[in-house]
């Protein structure tokens, strides 16, 4: 026989359960790193995380590659020097869109001001 007691838990359960899942918060559960490697990647990097330790999951560097993701300690030599050059490359590419657009801006103002 149920009681009203369990039948009660496992409702609450089940709609807990169902919130996460509707707001990420459980998938992110299941794929975060739980182990890390101070291995260097030799294939090429397309883009990064940076993940809180959160039991079960550790704090990490997760690096995107073509074949999938890779975690790696966030205190290794290497991984610190890459996520440098992948922020260096980033700010470069948002620097370099700024300037095009405000050269952009610049233009048609200068022809606006010729045409008026």
Same mark, same amino acid.
């Given at each position: 026989? #149920?009681?009203?007691?369990?039948? $009660?838990?496992?409702?609450?359960?089940? #709609?807990?359960?169902?919130?996460?899942?509707?707001?990420?918060?459980?998938?992110?559960?299941?794929?975060?790193?739980?182990?890390?490697?101070?291995?260097?990647? %030799?294939?090429?990097?397309?883009? =990064?995380? $940076? !993940?809180?330790?959160?039991?079960?999951?550790?704090?990490?560097?997760?690096? !995107? %590659?073509?074949?999938?993701?890779?975690?790696? =300690?966030?205190?290794?030599?290497?991984?610190?020097?890459?996520?440098?050059?992948? /922020?260096? #490359?980033?700010?470069?590419?948002?620097? !370099?869109?700024?300037?095009?657009?405000?050269?952009?801006?610049?233009?048609? /103002?200068?022809? /606006?001001?010729?045409?008026?």
């Amino acid at each position: 026989m #149920v009681s009203c007691g369990n039948l $009660l838990k496992s409702v609450l359960v089940a #709609v807990i359960l169902v919130t996460l899942a509707g707001s990420g918060s459980a998938r992110e559960l299941l794929s975060c790193c739980t182990e890390v490697s101070t291995k260097e990647i %030799t294939e090429p990097i397309t883009g =990064y995380e $940076l !993940q809180r330790g959160n039991p079960p999951c550790v704090r990490a560097v997760i690096f !995107q %590659t073509e074949k999938g993701s890779f975690c790696a =300690y966030v205190g290794a030599p290497w991984v610190r020097a890459k996520v440098n050059e992948l /922020r260096y #490359v980033s700010c470069s590419r948002t620097l !370099q869109a700024d300037l095009s657009t405000l050269h952009t801006l610049a233009s048609a /103002r200068e022809r /606006r001001r010729i045409f008026s």
